[in-house]
């Protein structure tokens, strides 16, 4: 099994391959990707690491002045019909835009630093000449993955409370998820907004999976509140209706600056890998703060602009599991929610954990991010069982998405109820973790 696994995902890997970056899927997400481009990475360092660091470099080659990573960056060869929103609805300033190709104005989960130590882990597998590949990538990465921070540190940090805030659901990666739902009620809906312009998602999947029309309108208005203001950041909390601090974003980020101390301690960088590792705990403490709820015993999203938390349980609510700085309460927490009938750890389901509470009125099995199961959140909580220690647990979660995978193909997402494959059919992230996973 694991052979044939293996070949069809390396061939995922080579047909989503664009030259200078990969793509997530060819029909329905023809530009790169930010955070894709990190899992893809992970993977690509097992069977081509000088592409996983050429990926890399096109998206921080795109990265803005002020740090931000942009969440798409555009493939010029691509027709703006081919994505929507695409380049010309983002209008990014011209300062911001890397020549010849645009990017849109909004960022995603920070997760290169922690792909690019991974690759370097894996490059004396390859050989010296690759270690030296890995150690150059590292002088050039280093400064620019620490830009990156600093911008989600301090201009994104709109609660003044340490954490990043999103201030649009695509920043987070699980575009339409119930965690955002309280605080998207809040954003106006402006269906006339529909009128102008075009879902080419719709023309390439299945409408049930996707996000609604009115999600869209909300995100159509969101890009056009923030990039009313040319996407500046200063007073932006009061300017603009959704700003959220979402676990899973923050745990990522407080994950980057562990894997950023290991990259700073490679470069000879003693001082600086002391301050990333003081930073990962201060973001730790804030998430613990802010992000925990004592009565349901686990983490969910705040609405910044009027302090509440989300009700809802959702699978970015486990992802502070990567923190190995996570208190002992918070750990128990975590493994309760993810083993009760919630979650399901696969010792009672068979499959990984689904991106929503099952138990939920609302849990819906094929609608993208609210119930359908996802490698890449899989992946990393298994990273956090294996960070705090539980290794049969990873075990058995890793054993499932392989079984997931071989049986269904590299899909975009899997019914959380029968396991068949949802959305792209030759999805890369799918793929790459899939080879993580093999190795
Ligand atoms: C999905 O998001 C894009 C918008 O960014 C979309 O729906 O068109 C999400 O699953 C996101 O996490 C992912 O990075 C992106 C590309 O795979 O697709």
Redesign the pocket.
Known sequence: MSAELWNSAARVLETNWQGDHMV?SRRL?PHQ?S??AAFIAVGLAYVNPTRAWRDLRSLFEAQWPDGRVP??VFDPATAEADYFPGPAFWSVPAYASRPRHGSTGIV?PPLHAVAAYEVYRRAAAHGAACVQQAYGELEWLYPRLVAQQTYLTTRRDLGGNGLASIVHP?ES???NSPAWDAAMANVPADMSLLTTFRRR?LDVSDASHRPTDRDYARYVGLVLSYRAEDYSDTGLLQRHAFAVECPSYNSILGAAELSLAQIAAVLGLTAEADAHRDRAQRITQAIVKRLWNPETGTFHARDVRTGTLSPAHCVSGLMPLMLPGLPAEQVAGILAEARSERFGLPDETGLPVPSYDRTAPDFDTQRY?RGPVWINVNWLLRRGLLVHGRRDEAEDLRAAMVRLVHRNGHFEYFHPKNGEGLGAPTFSWTAALALDLLA
């Open positions: 997530p997400y990707w955070w894709d969440h798409i995603q695509w990666g699980l575009d998602d991010w």
